[in-house]
């Protein structure tokens, strides 16, 4: 497609052509991004052309001056792709009267346009700009109606005279706009003075768009704006990575290879954001016998908030009697186990009778462990007693899994506290706590630092805490090991589930996951008494291990299972990057899967109806959040908005939020997290060693339901497995429960 031509050429390329002319109407603007399709009348021209890009508050009957590229749309037609744009003062009466009676200013419609041109022609804009008193002479204009004119001719200006200095500095027409909406006429002014404020302030500029930014504006290389905004960049990255917290000096050495200054201009940053409380600085030293100089932990204010809030709130429960009356646990487990008509091993009994008798706990085991079992178990027990239940889980798809193995009604941690976007925060809180006497928190491994903060804080002191999860997964996305430094800190009693019960263990993929986790290699071929449920294809070179997974998810698997490969095969990649990373593999997989031509193209990805698409971040007014996966279901390309549904719920998207979306054929192991799949295909190769660990591996398994299909080298997932060396996450959770 020629857009998508275009999109891959130089920027020189996509501005290579100039066009003047005046607007004739405007077919759609998003007054978020800017995102204009108009009709243009070009100089010297009757017939009118299309433009499209960001443009700024455009108006019909305004002049521009544009550059850009012209390229063939498959549904519109030529169409003129506008990169950069000017305001120019139209040359002649027609134009001059066409500009103001478009609306463009306040107080000026048509019959008014026209008057006003008749009167002074081709000095008309000469005279509203210079000597507006003048307008007296026109019929049917007072005072009123000329101060009217004047104020919105200024603000015209002011607009213009502020878009014209933000892109003159490097800043896109879409981010302009929401820079002027933020700021209004003092853009400038606090543009020119910290550049960086827009690194927090507008969402989408980070803080390598503000230095360049920055740079262009002048601001030296160790100015105090710069290594303040830049040493909050690199702890924001720090938590992308996991920290909480980031060791003091460290901290330093990273901010010093970033932004290439000097010690001293790192270390006084620092003491200014301290100051001005904007991070958190903790000495670690315990003992004065063994004291370390700067052995400090450096925090963001809210992972500092978090943290020791999660720490204060978990012990309050701790500490704090139960609100359920005492139990014989013996006789308890004698009567569940009728109830359900199981027979409980010694583990499970152990877990019950804790459960019931402790105000916080911990359940945790791999798959096929018999956790649900437990679940069911207590639920029986504690409706017996008459208790309130809550039932809640990191995610929707997570949640609704707990709901169908329980029977009982389990919610999203964010809907179970009640999160108001217009409100901007969690309605559940220690002033207005849950109506709970007992919580059971299911996929606990996936729970983060601040998320888990704002659980414990809603809880009342009186409630039962029951956290159930697989801390030999992955941890969080978000920053902290929360399950694991609850374990660590030994506050609370943990129940570890290892026993593999007699169904589960018919299938390989629980004893592979089970063979994973103790660091032996997957049993690869098949064995008598097993399912026929996970497989091993050797393929050594990337190129032809790609081609694999392409013909696995679109014939092989459909045609051998009958799994459908859009709704029920999910690729899940160590990497985002590379021949077998999500990025490449997405586009393989769109194109043989999806190789309809209605598509639109935004920010270098391009998108297309009936694609399967993850949502990358919470966005609580749409209630879609960071991993929900689901498939467009229509798009209109003119105003570059689609819809994606969402396990039967459609969502609208315009064009300045398609950045929240990725095409989800092949996923990262760390966003499939609490999800499960009927058939999940793993591309394991060398050239993903630097991520290959043993609980990505572990974790990547233990999302099939059905079958495992692994595809790659004997060795690279031989040194996978051999590494546990979990990649270490900075966080003082641990310490605090046991300090408390």
């Known amino acids: 497609m020629a857009e998508d031509e275009a999109n891959s050429k130089s920027k020189d390329d996509d501005s290579r052509y100039e066009l003047e002319g005046q607007i004739e109407r405007v077919t759609y603007v998003n007054e978020e991004t800017g995102y204009t399709v108009a009709k243009l009348t070009v100089s010297g021209s009757s017939e009118p052309v299309t433009i499209v890009g960001n443009l700024i508050a455009p108006t019909p009957g305004e002049m ?15 169409q003129f792709k506008v990169t950069s744009h000017q305001t120019i003062v139209p040359a002649t009466v027609s134009g001059v009267r066409k500009y103001l009676g478009s609306g463009l200013v306040k107080g000026i419609g048509p019959v008014m346009a026209s008057r006003i041109v008749k009167k002074f022609g081709e000095k008309t804009l000469q005279i509203i700009d210079q000597n507006i008193d003048e307008l007296h002479k026109v019929e049917g204009i007072g005072q009123k109606r000329i101060e009217m004119i004047q104020k919105a001719w200024k603000e015209q200006k002011e607009i213009r005279h502020v878009m014209i200095f933000l892109q003159g500095h490097g800043v896109s027409p879409a981010y302009a706009t929401k820079i002027f909406r933020k700021y209004g006429w003092e853009s400038i002014s606090i543009v020119s003075k910290n550049p960086y404020r827009l690194a927090t302030d507008i969402f989408g500029i980070g803080f390598l768009t503000a230095d360049k930014i920055a740079q262009k504006i002048g601001f030296a290389k160790d100015a105090a704006p710069r290594a303040e905004a830049g040493i909050l960049y690199v702890l924001n990255e720090l938590s992308e990575e996991g920290h909480v917290y980031y060791p003091y000096e460290q901290l330093i050495e ?18 200014t954001i301290a100051f001005e409380g904007r991070i958190v600085i903790e000495d670690l030293n315990q003992d004065l016998e063994v004291f370390q100089l700067n052995n400090k932990a450096v925090y963001l204010k809210h992972f500092h908030v978090s943290e020791t809030g999660a720490a204060h709130h978990l012990t309050r429960l701790i500490v704090s009697p139960k609100s359920i009356r005492k139990i014989d646990a013996d006789k308890a487990v004698q009567w569940v186990q009728g109830k359900i008509r199981l027979a409980l091993a010694p583990k499970q009994i152990e877990a019950v009778k804790t459960a019931s008798q402790e105000k916080v706990m911990v359940i945790t085991g791999g798959p096929g462990t018999g ?31 707990m709901t169908e193995a329980t029977g009982y009604p389990a919610r999203t941690i964010h809907r179970m506290l009640e999160f ?24 606990t491994s996936m729970i983060d630092t601040t998320l888990m903060y704002h659980l414990l804080k809603a809880l009342p002191s009186q409630a039962t805490l029951i956290m159930v999860g697989d801390v030999n997964q992955l941890p969080s996305v978000g920053a902290g090991n929360v399950l694991k430094d609850v374990i660590a800190s030994g506050r609370v009693p943990v129940v570890e589930l290892k026993d593999i019960f007699r169904q589960a263990g018919d299938s390989r993929i629980v004893v592979n996951a089970h ?30 291990a790609l081609g694999t997974v392409v013909e ?9 299972f009958g799994f459908d490969p859009l709704e029920q095969i999910q690729v899940l990649s160590p990497m985002h990057k590379g021949l077998l990373g999500t990025e490449s593999l997405n586009l393989r997989l769109q194109e043989a899967l999806n190789p309809t031509k209605q598509e639109l193209s935004r920010g270098g990805r391009t998108f297309r109806l009936k694609d399967k698409v993850m949502q990358t971040r919470n966005n609580y007014e749409k209630e879609v959040f960071n991993g929900d996966i689901g498939k467009i279901t229509s798009m209109e390309v003119e105003s570059q908005e689609m819809v994606v549904t969402y396990e039967g719920i459609p969502v609208r998207y315009e064009a300045s939020e398609l950045d929240e979306i990725i095409l989800a054929y092949a996923i990262s192991v760390h966003k499939s997290q609490g999800s499960e799949y009927p058939a999940v295909i793993i591309p394991i190769l060398p050239q993903h060693h630097l991520l290959l660990q043993r609980n990505l591996i572990y ?42």
């Open 64 to 78: 521009l001056k544009l550059r850009g590229a012209w390229l063939t749309h498959p549904k519109f037609g030529k």
């Open 254 to 271: 990273r901010c010093r290879e970033i932004l290439d200054v000097e010690r001293d201009i790192i270390i006084q940053a620092i003491g």
């Open 371 to 401: 956790k649900t079992t437990i679940i069911n178990a207590l639920i029986r027990i504690y409706r017996e007693l008459g208790a309130k239940i809550h039932l809640a889980a990191p995610t929707g798809r997570a949640s609704k899994r």
């Open 420 to 443: 108001n976007p217009q409100k901007m925060g969690f309605q559940r809180d220690q002033d207005r706590p849950l109506e709970a006497d007992v919580l059971i928190l299911d996929e």
């Open 515 to 544: 063979r994973i986790n103790t660091g032996l290699m997957p049993e690869l071929s098949a064995k008598k008494g097993h399912l026929e449920d996970f497989y091993f294809i050797e393929q050594d070179e990337p190129e032809q």
């Open 552 to 560: 696995l998810v679109c014939e092989r698997i459909p045609k051998r």
């Open 699 to 740: 974790t990547a398994v233990t999302r099939a339901k059905k079958l495992v299909v692994v595809v790659g080298s004997k060795k690279a997932l031989a040194t996978g497995i051999r590494n546990d060396r979990i990649m270490k996450r900075y966080t003082y959770l641990s310490e605090r429960l046991k300090r408390l």
